[in-house]
């Protein structure tokens, strides 16, 4: 069984010109090519496999990541059209704060204004006493592989989202969009789903999990805090919906080192029938019956037309 993530799916937007997404055809195209070579699995076969623990069924499953506005434009549609159904994950936070959720604050700085020109502002802000994470070192070494940034944008996304401490890392946010984005707020609103939204996926057959509440690195929480993200993105997403059946939940970043044992510990007590995290490899019975909080997935760039437009090789 392959599990494919996905995130920003849409149209080109000529004021984001560095911003890293999936255009709405390529999804299109990548359906195609995903529906001739292995076929979609349904939904109660998947959830059968899951429950019993059985041998997975081959084919693919779809999920989507972040709670974008996004999958309830272009995405739905598309799968309605198929008959598909899709895994939506949705960190909860920005239903509170009002603004964007740290990782995608820094999409929108990155997209706009590209890796140097927010480089250049961040080293204006950030001092050696806010980078005490031991592990960094590691990070750095580790995270992003997957991803086709140039080093000045990964560093960026490292230093926000993995070396910085946790205490830090929102005003440093607030000061870098207040530089570059002033009026947050006006757009925030519209970069998410909305409750209708959530409730029309559910309706229409998809399955709604967690993916935290507000997208933090869990390995970098006490255990408290992590458990605070979990319950309370799983009880604000059963009181929208009215009820998660069943309980789902996916790792913000994905990489083994963005949680640990106490988020697996969490998630089984929980009541979390399943989760998934990121590694590029087919979910097996194994996985199933031996790890069933962390289960693989692929990123949608392993496949063909799953690449970003600008990067993706000339043909």
Do not use: W
Request: charged share 25%; aromatic share 12%; net charge negative.
């Amino acid at each position: 069984m392959k599990v494919i993530m996905y995130h920003y799916v849409r149209q080109d937007e000529p004021s984001l010109p560095h911003f890293r997404h999936l255009h709405i055809d390529d999804f299109r195209l990548q359906l195609d090519y995903l529906e001739r070579a292995f076929g979609f699995i349904p939904k109660d076969k998947f959830l059968a496999s899951i429950t019993d623990k059985t041998a997975p069924p081959k084919g693919v499953v779809l999920t989507f990541d972040d709670g974008l506005k996004d999958h309830a434009r272009f995405v739905l549609p598309e799968l309605q059209k198929r008959n598909l159904f899709g895994i939506f994950y949705i960190p909860t936070g920005m239903y509170q704060s009002g603004k964007l959720l740290g990782p995608h604050r820094i999409h929108m700085l990155l997209g706009k204004y590209g890796g140097e020109e927010i480089f250049g502002a961040l080293k204006n802000i950030v001092s050696d006493d806010m980078l005490p994470f031991s592990s960094r070192e590691e990070f750095k070494t580790l995270t992003y592989r997957r991803h086709q940034d140039d080093d000045t944008t990964k560093l960026v996304k490292r230093t926000l989202n993995y070396f910085i401490d946790e205490h830090y890392r929102e005003p440093v946010l607030d000061k870098l969009m207040g530089q570059f984005f002033p009026h947050e707020s006006e757009f925030a609103r519209d970069y998410y789903l909305s409750p209708e939204d959530l409730k029309k996926l559910s309706a229409e057959g998809m399955m709604v999990g967690s993916h935290g509440a507000h997208h933090a690195v869990m390995s970098k929480l006490p255990r408290a805090e992590q458990e605070e993200e979990i319950t309370s993105s799983f009880d604000l997403l059963e009181e929208t919906i009215g009820g998660l059946s069943p309980r789902t939940y996916c790792h913000p970043y994905g990489d083994p080192l963005s949680f640990d044992g106490d988020t697996l510990d969490i998630l089984k007590e929980a009541n979390c029938l399943f989760s998934f995290a990121v590694e590029a490899r087919d979910v097996e019975k194994a996985d199933l019956i031996g790890r069933p909080q962390a289960l693989p997935r692929y990123d949608c760039n392993l496949f063909p037309h799953g690449q970003v437009r600008s990067l993706a090789p000339l043909s």
